[in-house]
């Protein structure tokens, strides 16, 4: 099968549209826009191998300036790849071949100066998606993590405790993309969604610690241990609850509904783990002073009041 450039190209191109009247250039391609759609005719009605092609070449009209319309053949290919024995899309694959065809179109249009052309397929929703998960998981994780610092801080009014938090909050947010690579839970708007749920939900655990450990007096080991005492229990209740309230999903069939329950249930298990093992432990060591109003109880009373009090 030949095309219409190498048809030309031959002495029985040339001789078949020398009779129908067309004038070729040098490089054998017809000299003005009327001879091409002459030539185009020809070929696509009169010779064979110009006949495959007639179904996909529709001219508007029988004049010699007529406009054509071009039938442009595509086959989707999934790009796919293994991963732990399952089929799943190969985003970065998708991705590349969809910016490219777009290019490819987009070159077209500039080199040939046809009217403005674009790319659809409805598969593209699935992959603009995968194209801007990954900035828009970091963002949106990123702000949750910076509003819960300055919450924080406006909250307790210490910078070293609210620091202290949203450091455990921004190590319980990389745990848990690392528990959901080993589970087999991949980057997408469902898990994204959730990942930025899940900053809300950790820093419950390690904020009601962070308050307790600054209300008590003493040095810090004393100060941590007493703020366990207090509120540990309420916080793990507080996690247990939580937990129960997805752990009947953790059965379920729908995708929706098991990366959910997974998802949450490694950020209750996460987010109680750092908040009453990690953060105590950082808050022994770099706690700062508690408030002042703890410090003026801590005060020993004078004699005259001691003695006012026995009277």
């Known amino acids: 099968m030949t095309g219409l450039a190498t048809y030309l190209g031959t ?3 040339k001789n078949e549209t020398e009779k129908i009247g067309v004038t070729l250039q040098n490089d054998n391609w017809p000299a003005t826009y009327s001879d091409f759609i002459t030539t185009l005719k020809f070929y696509t009605n009169q010779t064979d191998d110009g006949r495959l092609y007639s179904r996909d070449i529709d001219f ?3 004049s010699a300036e007529t406009d054509i319309t071009l039938r442009v053949h595509l086959r989707y290919i999934p790009l796919t790849k293994q991963s732990r024995g399952n089929t799943i899309d190969d985003a970065d694959k998708q991705i590349k071949a969809m910016d490219a065809t777009r290019d490819l179109v987009d070159k077209w249009g500039r080199e040939d100066e046809l009217p403005p052309s674009y790319v659809y397929s409805e598969k593209f929703l699935s992959i ?3 194209k801007i998960i990954q900035v828009e998981l970091f963002q949106n994780a990123g702000l949750a993590i910076m509003a819960v ?3 924080t801080f406006i909250s307790l009014g210490n ?7 949203t450091l455990n909050v921004f190590f319980c947010i990389v745990e848990i993309l690392g528990f959901m690579y080993a589970c087999g839970l991949v980057i997408n708007s469902i898990s994204v969604i959730n990942i930025v749920l899940a900053v809300g939900l ?3 655990y390690s904020a009601h610690v962070g308050h307790c450990f600054m209300v008590k007096s003493g040095d810090r080991n004393t100060r941590a241990t007493e703020a366990l005492a207090d509120i540990g229990a309420s916080v793990l209740n507080g996690a247990l609850s939580t937990f129960l309230a997805v752990a009947v999903l953790l059965g379920s069939k729908s995708y929706v509904f098991q990366t959910l329950s997974v998802q949450f ?14 953060l105590p432990v950082l808050l022994s060591i770099f706690g700062p002073k508690p408030f002042q109003s703890a410090m003026q109880s801590e005060k020993p009373k004078v004699k005259g009041e001691e003695d006012s009090h026995a009277i």
Not at 159 to 165: K, N, R
């Open 11 to 13: 002495e029985l191109g």
């Open 60 to 62: 508007e009209d029988e």
């Open 128 to 130: 603009e998606g995968f």
């Open 149 to 151: 610092g300055v919450i």
């Open 159 to 165: 910078i070293v405790t609210a620091f202290l938090i």
């Open 202 to 204: 950790s820093v419950d």
């Open 265 to 278: 249930a490694l950020t209750v298990a996460l987010g109680v783990s750092h908040g009453l093992i990690l």
